[in-house]
């Protein structure tokens, strides 16, 4: 992999990622870009002790260009983009309408690929393979920023999701504090590891799973399953066998063995609701254990927290949206209409041949 940190008009930073060594990467952004002005501010709830991040100017981001207008595809010509070369393997640039900026933290753009029409499943392993290497160098580089707490890599896929802009592509963020999800695994991590005089909450999970009806897929190095509270119609949690806290941790094995693993569960998400549906709309999300301190959460190292990707999808049949409605937006209750076992069998059903 060969990386190349630029700058566009506006100051912000762009990095291309290669896999050629001899690529060269020189074209210069001819936007005529002032530099970004954002307003970011994370304000806490003293009622629930979370952070909402207040963001105005994300109230003029760009919704649904036409695909000639798409600002994701290189530039080609008069039609000028955020990626100023006129083709690129993968690329990341800061955004232009961050949720969180300055000391605030930190949000990027991860793009997938130059075509337009592709998908994350449509990649060939050595794409995504050059996108694990991204997102791996982009948590590394990203931890070390001051303020930066936490860095989650994900991707928003459909317009039921509310992705406008059609392009593949994901988003970094970098939080200048441990996330309320992130917490209340390592509050359950801390927990069980009093109660049980040392075990791993993590490793007791992949056990129970490996040992039940609910997994999807298993290699060498990795595991699929349906969690046993699942709380999306289908959702699959996929784990490294070998315990590492984030993408760095990740051996060669696993590192390898992964773009096999994950394109064929984005795949099978495709055929879940069968021929002729549209593509399956879904948020693909990494968990990774937060750099800063874990003093607050009594006897838990990082090493204690496990590296996992969970993939969910909001439809949960054909033609028909799962909404966070009363009980799930007012009380954080999830109501599920789909048994776990039920998605599980389903999603092996739907296997590649």
């Known amino acids: 992999m060969k990386k190349t940190s630029t700058r566009l008009a506006d100051g912000r930073e762009l990095i291309y990622y290669d896999s050629r060594d001899d690529t060269v990467r020189d074209a210069v952004d001819r936007r005529p870009l002032g530099r970004t002005v954002t307003t970011s501010e994370v304000r806490r709830d003293p009622l629930l002790g979370d952070a909402v991040a207040v963001a105005s100017h994300r109230q003029a981001r760009t919704y ?7 600002p994701l595809c290189p530039s080609e010509g008069d039609r000028l983009s955020e990626i100023p070369d006129s083709s690129y393997d993968v690329a990341v640039f800061e955004n232009r309408f961050p949720s969180l900026a300055g000391d605030a933290g930190r949000c990027e753009v991860v793009c997938f690929t ?14 995504a393979g050059l996108v694990l290497d991204a997102w791996t160098d982009r948590t590394a580089e990203l931890s070390h920023l001051p303020s930066v707490e936490q860095v989650f ?3 928003n896929r459909g317009a039921e999701i509310g992705v406008t802009l059609g392009h593949p ?14 917490a209340l695994m390592l509050r359950s991590v801390a927990a069980h590891k009093e109660a049980t005089g040392g075990e791993n909450l993590f490793d007791a999970v992949l056990e129970r799973e490996l040992a039940g009806e609910r997994v999807v897929l298993e290699t060498e190095h990795w595991v699929a399953f349906v969690p046993y509270a699942a709380h ?9 066998r070998r315990r590492v806290p984030d993408l760095l941790g990740l051996d060669e094995g696993a590192r390898t063995e992964f773009p096999k693993v994950y394109l064929e569960l984005l795949r099978r ?17 990494w968990h990774q254990a937060p750099f800063g301190t874990l003093e607050e959460f009594d006897g838990v190292a990082r090493d204690d927290f496990a590296l996992h990707l969970e993939l969910f999808t909001i439809r949960r049949t054909s033609g028909k949206l799962k909404f966070l409605a009363g009980s799930e937006s007012g009380m954080s209750v999830f109501i599920n209409d ?4 039920t998605a599980a069998q389903r999603l092996r059903e739907v296997a590649s041949s």
């Open 269 to 285: 998400f495709d055929r879940i609701f069968g021929e002729g549906e549209p593509p399956t709309p879904y948020i693909s999300a």
């Open 114 to 127: 130059s075509d337009h029409d592709a998908s994350f499943a449509r990649l060939t392993e050595e794409q």
């Open 338 to 341: 789909v048994p776990p076992e």
């Open 64 to 70: 649904h260009p036409p695909a000639d207008e798409c």
């Open 153 to 155: 890599c994900f991707e």
């Open 169 to 182: 592509h994901g988003q970094i963020y970098a939080y200048p504090f441990t996330t309320p999800r992130t």
């Open 232 to 240: 999306w119609p289908y959702e699959v949690h996929l784990y490294p």
